[in-house]
């Protein structure tokens, strides 16, 4: 595990010392609504001038560790990262058991992970469909060891609808997060992640993030290699 997340932050590193390269995660927005912001259970949707902004990680392009499996997209890593770090500036704590947080956290990563093998486009723009099987891999990939019923859909829930047939489409603005700064420190109850973020260029704060091993759905497994398990603000 540690093997892993290291080969990860060498990564990430050499993104702050290069300059010129990087790939680039791209999704389309939802029409933004006329008001500032949109309702999500308790908590409001970032603005619609942030909703209007294309998703990307600032990942660059770095040799391959052993650690890490060629066919693993790094980028999964820092994704992973922004969606819990965005949901913190919502206002809303890590809490696999409120349902306005479980479907926000994973709604921005799907958002931001998309299109890939786990989503399909459907006609509407901006718009993803995720099976109820594909869901697993966002939930674990989110909440370490989730072992608890996935929360309902409601009508008042913005992000994600039930389509027909039962699966889950997302209807996830864009986000444009930075990561300026990661650490890993390591300590007798695991793995934390000391990151400094950014968002549309100003400063978002400190967080410290608690990494397990991925251990959802085997389909999951060449996207992330571990699970966010908490979240601190730390500033």
């Not at 693993?72 to 913190?88: P, S, W, Y």
């Not at 009508?155 to 997302?170: A, R, T, W």
């Not at 890993?184 to 400094?196: C, F």
Request: glycine fraction near 8%; charged fraction near 20%; proline fraction near 5%.
């Amino acid at each position: 595990m540690r093997l892993k997340v290291i080969a990860i932050l060498l990564c990430i590193a050499c993104i702050c010392t290069i300059t010129g390269c990087g790939s680039r995660v791209v999704s389309e927005s939802v029409e933004a609504s006329a008001s500032p912001q949109e309702a999500f259970g308790n908590a409001p949707v970032a603005s619609s001038e942030l909703a209007a902004q294309t998703a990307q990680t600032e990942m660059g392009a770095a040799e391959e560790s052993e650690a890490m499996p060629e066919e693993r997209e790094d980028g999964a890593f820092h994704q992973q990262l922004a969606a819990v770090i965005l949901c913190r500036q919502d206002g809303l704590k890590y809490d696999p058991e409120d349902p306005v947080y479980f479907w926000r956290a994973v709604g921005y990563l799907v958002g931001m992970t998309a299109p890939n093998e786990l989503t399909e486009e459907t006609e509407q723009s901006g718009v993803y469909r995720v099976t109820q099987e594909n869901i697993q891999v966002f939930v674990q990939a989110i909440f370490a060891d989730f072992s608890g019923q996935i929360p309902s859909v409601t009508e008042e829930d913005p992000v994600v609808s039930m389509g027909e047939n039962g699966d889950y489409l997302f209807h996830m603005p864009a986000v444009a997060v930075s990561l300026t700064s990661v650490e890993l420190m390591s300590g007798a109850d695991g793995d934390t992640v000391r990151v400094e973020a950014g968002i549309d260029g100003k400063p978002a704060g400190t967080y410290e993030i608690a990494l397990e091993d991925y251990t959802g759905p085997e389909i999951g497994m060449r996207r992330f290699s571990h699970s966010i398990a908490g979240v601190e603000t730390k500033s």
